[in-house]
């Protein structure tokens, strides 16, 4: 990989060096120049003062004008090269390594020599930098693999991914959301967070997405919620504030969703139920290392709208038995394709035990939410900087319970519709049968026929419903017959 260019200790030296060059480079073409547009061949003497005054008493307009063409061409360059973008980069991160103490001298002959000093590269781009710190065994090697803190206050903004190899650490900040995903794009299996973050939910199960009040909490998590539907997964919403969950719940599946007390708790008693039921698939088919995906099972998503606001206000024994199916299939869903999405604004111990979160392979903290919360979130001392309040749906990530990184996330624009991109989504016949049954039940009113075209993908529950549809039908004509035989 490209190490890229290298920090300049001396880089006001250089600076020196480089700009008298600029000016010897200026005169030598301009005297060539005079020399040769006019009669006159003076050479070098053309800078002598004595000439200078002549050419204006004279007023020499051409020999004017290209003087002021050349000092204002040198100007204007000087002025570009001390504020080029590298330069202060070049300029923050070797007063880095000087206030850091990353430089050893040693006097050899009364003469002040480096002796040994930190190897920093980096990469400038429009929209990114990339800082590569080298390794090679010095006394401050420890201290360079825990320089992110001060890289951050360095450049007053947070990094927004890190690598660590033998060897090197690498630091990479993005400036104007450059990672920023602007448009939705779905990939199979997986979950684009940005241009280069993707959540792997069969790697990394389950998630937990905090944020204050419009912070783009609601509006990421449908982002979650079209592509889960793109990937076919079975969703079940519960949301005891009655609030957005519900909303979306009630347009993709109304049958899974859930405000009630007792509605919830069966719900999640039910899902807890089909994950022990395809355990026991998997049990016996005498298979090793299988996950769902090798039975052709489609992945299962619990959305939890906050689990505050339901512990407050439900019963206890309910909320304890809701509790316990949550943390069962949050320690044993990954491998039957069973997922939980946990939602809140304030995701403290009180709401979710510390060995429950450590388990949540996605992080998002959306908005300013307290340092105190941040740091039993994502469980590190790094310190986290206050973010704009401005922007909506900027936080900080953190995936596989790494450390946590600067993220933004979509921004699809205010006009797009996420009901639109539902009914889309279930109108694509070419990969309908990859979508969640319920869908095909939800929208039979497409145009495009699919009940038609495929009468096999019918939802279990449908068939259920119309049971009971059946034998309510039955009911009903029994009492009528009884009735009639009291008359």
Not at 244 to 254: C, H, Q, S, T
Request: aromatic share 12%; charged share 25%.
């Amino acid at each position: 990989m490209k190490k890229g260019k290298k920090v300049d200790i001396n880089y006001i030296l250089t600076d020196t060096v480089v700009i008298i060059l600029m000016i010897l480079c200026t005169f030598l073409i301009g005297i060539f120049i005079m020399d040769y547009i006019g009669a006159y061949k003076m050479g070098l003497k053309w800078l002598y003062l004595s000439v200078q005054v002549q050419i204006l008493k004279r007023f020499l307009f051409r020999y004017i004008l290209l003087e002021f063409l050349f000092l204002g061409a040198l100007v204007y360059s000087i002025v570009m090269y001390l504020t080029r973008k590298g330069a202060k980069v070049n300029k923050k991160l070797a007063k880095f390594i000087r206030n850091n103490n990353f430089i050893i001298y040693e006097t050899i002959n009364k003469r002040k020599k480096i002796k040994d000093k930190a190897d920093i590269y980096y990469i400038l781009k429009d929209d990114y930098l990339i800082i590569n710190i080298l390794l090679h065994g010095s006394s401050f090697d420890d201290k360079l693999k825990d320089a992110r803190e001060k890289i951050e206050d360095i450049f007053a903004t947070s990094i927004t991914a890190m690598s660590v190899d033998f060897g090197k650490v690498s630091y990479e900040i993005a400036f104007n959301a450059f990672y920023r995903l602007e448009a939705i794009q779905y990939i199979p299996n997986k979950i684009l967070l940005d241009k280069q973050k993707v959540w792997d939910y069969d790697h990394n199960p389950h998630a937990l997405i905090a944020g204050t009040t419009g912070s783009g909490k609601t509006y990421f998590v449908n982002y979650l919620i079209c592509n889960l539907i793109y990937q076919g997964a079975d969703i079940t919403f519960i949301d005891p504030k009655f609030a957005d969950i519900k909303a979306m719940g009630e347009i993709v599946n109304p049958l899974k969703t859930a405000c009630e007390e007792n509605q919830i708790a069966r719900l999640v008693r039910e899902f807890s139920e089909t994950m022990v039921e395809r355990q026991k698939i998997i049990a016996d088919s005498g298979k090793v290392n299988a996950t769902y995906r090798d039975f052709n099972m489609s992945p299962q998503f619990l959305i939890f709208d906050e689990l505050s606001a339901f512990k407050s206000t439900g019963d206890k024994k309910t909320v304890t038995e809701v509790e316990a199916y949550l943390k069962k299939i949050i320690l044993m869903g990954r491998s039957v394709g069973c997922f939980v999405i946990l939602i809140a604004q304030q995701p403290n111990a009180t709401i979710i035990e510390t060995g429950i979160r450590d388990q949540l392979g996605l992080k998002v903290a959306l908005g300013n939410i307290k340092e105190e919360l941040r740091r039993m979130m994502f469980g590190t001392d790094i310190k986290l900087h206050t973010l704009d309040y401005r922007l909506k749906g900027v936080g900080y990530i953190s995936l596989s319970n790494g450390e946590p990184y600067k993220y933004y996330a979509p921004n699809l624009g205010a006009k797009f519709d996420f009901i639109d991109e539902i009914k889309k989504l279930s109108c694509n016949c070419d990969s309908w049968k990859k979508r969640p049954a319920f869908l095909v039940e939800r929208f039979n009113w497409c145009s495009c026929g699919l009940l038609d075209v495929y009468p096999n993908i019918m939802p279990q529950r449908k068939e259920k419903t119309m049971k009971n549809n059946r034998f309510k039908r039955i009911e009903k004509e029994e009492k009528k017959k009884e009735k009639n035989e009291l008359k």
